[in-house]
């Protein structure tokens, strides 16, 4: 497109009434290239960045990626272009994306920590050469290494968690869901409880996710500790909650793994509506918390029955056309998926994390 017929302004309106997901991650490519073409910079790191904030929601979270090196790129050319963002939103939008690609590395067991370090560290340049994302950096840093060694991840999460809030942070629910997590990962239920009680209580105001991750690590503790009565629970508030999109794949995981004990047939309903999301999708570390769902219900359900029909996709690697599958290789498929998931996990962590929670799948 020639510069002198490029109306960004036009375009960013028209681009506003496109619905959220697939349809507006299809739109903005071909924006994104209409603005490479006409060289206008401005609108090549808006639309990167939004591209990149549908795909973290509402798409492969992983596919952030490349597009976040590309506007570090054309940014880094161009420093100035979004000075006229109110509210240092250039800087902000800048870390952001920026922390949008990192984020994702803990989901690809392809990239070495080395990778990951020298990432960590050119963040870092960046969060203080802006002089916001302190209190990310540190999360960052917990988030990684919960699956290497909880004491160090806790320790850099009380970090965190001493640290102020900028612009960069996520939404206070968000953030206390975090604190419950850690705080379960290391047994300090008593800790966790007290994070949770704003939530609980209805008192901190809800994102989407704050809502569902909350429920989401009560229910993968009680699932690990065989506490099914509590497990329910929070397995049937996060499923009225689940969304269909590769966002809440480990969602759908963790409820399925659930009512593999307390409603098979709600286990194959939520399996059925939702194996669609995993199959191609980059970000490992979803596919293999859906995987360990989905081998959990399979395997209880070839107790009782050699074959099950399911209304599954032709993507599907086990798809039969007529809909009848065996249930216990369903099931031993979805631990070789896991485990080889895992494995490569453990390998690139150098840890047996990924290991020992498949092996507490099943309940005794």
């Not at 161009?78 to 920026?98: C, F, K, Q, R, W």
């Amino acid at each position: 497109m020639a510069k002198d017929s490029f109306d960004g302004e036009v375009m960013s309106m028209i681009l506003n009434m496109v619905p959220k997901g697939a349809e507006k991650i299809e739109a903005l490519r071909g924006y994104i290239k209409e603005a490479d073409e006409a060289g206008e910079v401005y609108y090549q790191l808006i639309w990167r960045f939004e591209y990149a904030y549908q795909e973290y929601f509402y798409g492969d979270p992983v596919k952030t990626m490349p597009i976040a090196s590309e506007f570090t790129e054309i940014y880094e050319a161009n420093p100035n272009v979004l000075d006229h963002v109110p509210d240092n939103g250039g800087a902000e939008s800048y870390l952001m994306i920026t922390q949008m690609g990192l984020d994702n590395v803990v989901a690809l067991p392809q990239i070495p920590m080395e990778e990951w370090q020298t990432m960590m560290d050119k963040f870092y340049v960046l969060v203080k050469r802006f002089n916001i994302g302190h209190r990310v950096y540190w999360w960052q840093l917990a988030r990684f290494w919960q699956y290497i060694d909880q004491d160090k991840a806790y320790q850099y999460f009380q970090r965190f968690w001493k640290t102020g809030r900028d612009g960069l942070s996520d939404c206070r629910a968000c953030e206390r869901s975090y604190a419950i997590h850690m705080s379960l990962l290391i047994g300090d239920r008593k800790a966790a409880d007290e994070y949770a009680k704003p939530l609980k209580a209805g008192r901190d105001n809800f994102c989407s996710d704050a809502a569902k991750l909350y429920r989401y690590y009560y229910l993968e503790d009680a699932l690990d500790r065989g506490d099914l009565r509590e497990a329910a629970i929070y397995a049937n508030q996060l499923s009225v909650k689940m969304e269909h999109r590769a966002h809440d794949l480990s969602f759908f995981g963790a409820a399925i793994r659930c009512f593999a004990y307390t409603n098979m047939e709600k286990a194959i309903k939520k399996f059925e509506v939702s194996i669609d999301l995993a199959l191609g999708l980059w970000d490992q570390l979803k596919v293999y918390n859906y995987y360990k769902g989905a081998y959990v219900c399979f395997h209880q359900l070839a107790k009782d029955m050699d074959t099950v029909a399911l209304k599954l996709p032709e993507a599907f690697p086990l798809y039969t056309k007529d809909g009848i599958y065996q249930c216990r290789e369903l099931g031993e498929w979805f631990y070789k998926q896991a485990e080889n998931i895992g494995q490569k996990f453990d390998k690139r962590n150098g840890s047996c994390y990924f290991e020992e929670n498949l092996a507490k799948a099943l309940l005794p």
